[in-house]
């Protein structure tokens, strides 16, 4: 199976900061990446597919990049209901989709 | 506006089974492809099994292959998870999730999950 590693695990971020979050892939995977958004008692909720398309009604503060075996998921601007843990998640359709350990982003 | 509820959690002795249902409703179920995930109690998300639109094709997580049993009833727009000799490392909310229908696996949305715990 293919390994995602996230980095870092937790962040500590104040309202407005810029938050980046990176995720890396044992092996290429092109660009078969989502970024996830859970927040506790929540379903989790699909932010960017394909490494970079932001899906449908997700705010324009969050950019993802990166192809091959690095990804980054940016928040521009970190608003109070952006508090949450954020999942990678290789998305390739012949292996078993896998996720990254999350990165939790709190308030500072 | 999409929408899944997940029933069927609860608590079950090790070894024991459990069966998980997942309703869908406002799409065309048999369109899509549909996933089961879960998250056990303090660690990340876990992909648990997914089933194409039409039941013909089903792969599992290797920690529950031979175990768990995913199937759907397209006229009853359900999906169900069958879980056999349950342990304890099987504890966990466990969500249901449609694919996006573009290629790759992306679940978008989830539903709201349903607690299993394994214990004696």
């Known amino acids: 199976d293919i390994q995602m590693t996230q980095s870092p695990s937790s962040v500590s971020a104040s309202v407005g900061d810029r938050v980046t979050i990176t995720c890396r892939a044992s092996?290429?995977?092109?660009?078969?990446l989502a970024w996830y958004q859970h927040k506790p008692g929540k379903a989790p909720k699909l932010l960017i597919y394909g490494a970079s398309t932001l899906q449908s009604g997700v705010p324009s503060r969050f950019r993802g990049s990166g192809s091959g075996t690095d990804f980054t998921l940016t928040i521009s601007s970190l608003q109070p209901e952006d508090f949450a843990t954020y999942y990678c998640q290789q998305a390739d359709a012949s292996p078993p989709p896998t996720f990254g350990g999350g990165t939790k982003v709190d308030i500072k | 506006e999409v929408h899944l509820v997940e029933s069927g959690g609860g608590l079950v002795q090790p070894g024991g089974s459990l069966r998980l249902a997942c309703a869908a409703s406002e799409f065309t179920f048999s369109n899509y492809w549909m996933h089961w995930v879960r998250q056990a109690p303090g660690e990340g998300l876990e992909w648990v099994a997914r089933?194409?639109?039409?039941?013909?094709?089903?792969n599992y997580a290797a920690s529950v292959k031979g175990r768990f049993t995913i199937s759907r009833d397209n006229a009853k727009s359900t999906l169900y998870l069958q879980m056999n000799t349950l342990k304890a490392e099987d504890t966990a909310i466990y969500y249901c999730?449609?694919?996006?229908?573009?290629?790759?696996?992306?679940?978008?949305?989830w539903g709201q999950g349903t607690l299993v715990t394994v214990s004696s």
């Open positions: 092996q290429d995977i092109s660009n078969w």
């Open positions: 999730a449609r694919d996006l229908g573009v290629l790759g696996n992306y679940g978008d949305p």
């Open positions: 089933i194409n639109g039409g039941g013909t094709t089903r």
